[in-house]
């Protein structure tokens, strides 16, 4: 794999706008793709069959130019062309190409998913020791996102997290990262045995929601290890969080590089930051050395594909590859990589015009939704301290109509036909993407015109306003790191006898993944009452070996 060095600037139109004629296939895979048809000879009927298969399933586009052969991003073209051949298949997977596929899934899907559901043959490249199609893909992702480097993952954002924590933490050295963080944080540091420094993140009782990290509480926590002499691998950052709240990162970044530390953010709300002057900037903008994003959350790759760009030369690169190779399949899906492909390809044809819809649609309906009565919005002067937030990801409060989130959620879902992204204990949150459209803007806004007309009560106001409780992990205590936590001695116990207990599961309402209590730390009184609260409430729980909280699992030592 070759190193590209980059403009770390998206502004940059130079290498944002890639023309057609250098999308083309790599020469290294032309020499290895196989001829199956002999020069001169005639297509029998198998292959005109397969031709056919190849454009059945094509869903004609209005707004779209006939996409030729040439302009295909490189392995999306590798793979177009590997699939039409009349190839006499004795490789994997076993469907065959979609001859054997199950008849029940491709009246759900088609043939087509299956045609071209391909293995690491010669012409499509490998994953792990790229140098035709993927190489090539991953160089022009880089490109565009302004990486020195860039890996396609098909183990989400939580593989690329797995791999950026193990490629700068060695055992026994801390991580710095906010105590909201995603559970794949958590679950990094049980595989790389690093120990955790947790911050305590914003936080805003009204809206029961974690904000982003400061300054001052990262550079609190370097100089509180360095008393104590102990070795920072990495600092952690969450930006944007699921709720779209920023930090930060570039003083941050300044910060954590003074101090030769790598700056690593979970980015995977946030591929699409930068490429807009209405939207934030990204991570890599800002100086991060590490950032994962989930290309298929507001871009349009498949879900589970994602990236890991790489700034800088902090962080070794050659440690990553060995850490990717130790977590990703050696069985990747070629879909899920050829979607990575196509997302880059979409988003380079109008960097900094593709989302000017997505953003004007979002502002209107913050526009027909703020003045609703009994309804807050998240990011409104004066309703909620977060300095930043992306505009696509809107939060609505329903607590002034005596409603929590989820009892909101059932009736936009079940009287009006909308489905949302996250449902929290006093609010909702609505992704806006590329593929959002008015109709549904409308209707989501007169959902909640409805809903507010039918239960709103100054009585219930005046109830909810004054009911504003408290972060549920203000207090934790970490008694053993989560490494050891996870290979410890367990038993399980009544809910009732385990408060102060060391925790042995970890527990988080999901979405968003944020858990509440983490095996290695104390079990508290505001945990647990926190829990109970968002069950009732109507959340799942996450992670317990009891979905109801009956009992819980404790580390017996």
Same mark, same amino acid.
């Given at each position: 794999?070759?190193? %590209?060095? %980059? ?7 130079? !290498?944002?706008?890639?023309?057609? +004629? ?10 290895? @793709? ?11 009927? @198998?292959?005109? @069959? ?25 392995? %999306? ?53 790229? &140098?035709?199609?993927?190489? &090539? ?52 540091? $049980? ?27 990262? &550079? ?15 600092? !952690? ?18 910060? *954590? ?79 899920? =990589? ?116 039918? +239960? ?8 909810? $306003? ?20 996870? !290979? ?8 009732? &006898? ?9 527990? *988080? ?18 945990? =647990?009452?926190? =829990?109970?609260? %968002? ?23």
């Amino acid at each position: 794999m070759v190193s %590209v060095s %980059v403009s770390s600037s998206l502004r940059d139109s130079s !290498f944002l706008l890639l023309p057609t +004629s250098s999308i083309t296939t790599s020469p290294i895979v032309a020499s290895k @793709e196989r001829s199956i048809i002999e020069p001169g000879k005639k297509k029998d009927k @198998e292959t005109i @069959e397969t031709a056919k298969l190849v454009t059945r399933d094509k869903i004609p586009n209005a707004n779209s130019e006939i996409v030729q052969p040439n302009s295909l991003p490189p392995l %999306v073209s590798a793979l177009k062309t590997s699939a039409e051949q009349n190839a006499a298949s004795f490789h994997f997977p076993g469907h065959n190409r979609g001859r054997a596929a199950p008849s029940s899934l491709v009246q759900l899907i088609g043939l087509k998913p299956f045609l071209h559901d391909l293995p690491e043959l010669p012409e499509l490249d490998n994953l792990f020791s790229p &140098e035709g199609p993927i190489l &090539e893909a991953q160089k022009q992702a880089a490109n565009l996102f302004g990486s020195s480097e860039t890996w396609f993952l098909v183990g989400g954002t939580t593989c690329g997290i797995h791999a950026a924590v193990m490629a700068t933490c060695s055992p026994g050295e801390y991580l710095i990262l906010p105590r909201s963080s995603h559970i794949s944080a958590i679950s990094a540091m $049980v595989l790389s045995g690093a120990i955790p420094k947790y911050i305590i993140p914003e936080y805003d009782c009204h809206w029961d929601i974690a904000g982003g990290v400061t300054l001052s509480e990262v &550079e609190k926590a370097i100089k509180e290890l360095q008393m104590e002499g102990q070795k920072i691998g990495a600092v !952690f950052i969450t930006s944007p969080t699921y709720h779209g709240i920023c930090s930060n990162v570039t003083d941050i970044s300044k910060l *954590c590089h003074s101090y030769g530390i790598p700056v690593i953010v979970d980015e995977a709300h946030g591929a699409h930051l930068g490429f807009h002057h209405k939207l934030p900037c990204s991570a890599l903008q800002q100086g991060a050395d590490l950032a994962v994003q989930s290309t298929h959350k507001v871009l349009s790759s498949l879900t589970q594909s994602s990236m890991l760009h790489m700034s800088g030369n902090i962080v070794d690169r050659e440690r990553i590859c060995r850490c990717l190779q130790t977590l990703q399949s050696t069985s990747p899906s070629y879909l899920l =990589l050829a979607s990575l492909d196509a997302a880059r390809a979409q988003l380079s044809e109008n960097p900094e015009t593709i989302f000017n819809n997505a953003i004007d649609l979002a502002f209107e309906t913050k526009n027909l939704i703020r003045n609703i009565p009994g309804i807050s919005v998240l990011g409104t002067p004066g309703i909620s301290s977060f300095p930043l937030i992306d505009p696509l990801r809107l939060t609505f409060g329903f607590w002034q109509l005596g409603l929590s989130g989820f009892e909101a959620d059932e009736m936009l879902y079940r009287d009006h036909g909308v489905i949302s992204e996250l449902v929290g204990t006093r609010s909702i949150s609505f992704a806006i993407n590329l593929g959002t459209s008015r109709d549904h803007i409308q209707r989501l806004a007169s959902g909640i015109k409805k809903i507010s007309a039918a +239960s709103f009560s100054f009585q219930k106001i005046k109830e909810k $306003v004054d009911h504003c409780g408290s972060s549920p992990f203000t207090d934790s205590t970490m008694s053993l790191n989560p490494r050891e936590s996870f !290979f410890a001695s367990k038993r399980k116990v009544a809910i009732g &006898e385990s408060l102060g207990r060391i925790c042995g599961e970890l527990i *988080c309402p999901y979405p968003p993944g944020i858990p509440v209590m983490v095996p290695g730390e104390i079990i508290t009184k505001r945990a =647990l009452d926190y =829990l109970l609260q %968002v069950r009732n409430k109507g959340a799942i729980i996450s992670g317990a070996s009891d979905p109801l909280l009956s009992s819980i699992v404790i580390c017996d030592i």
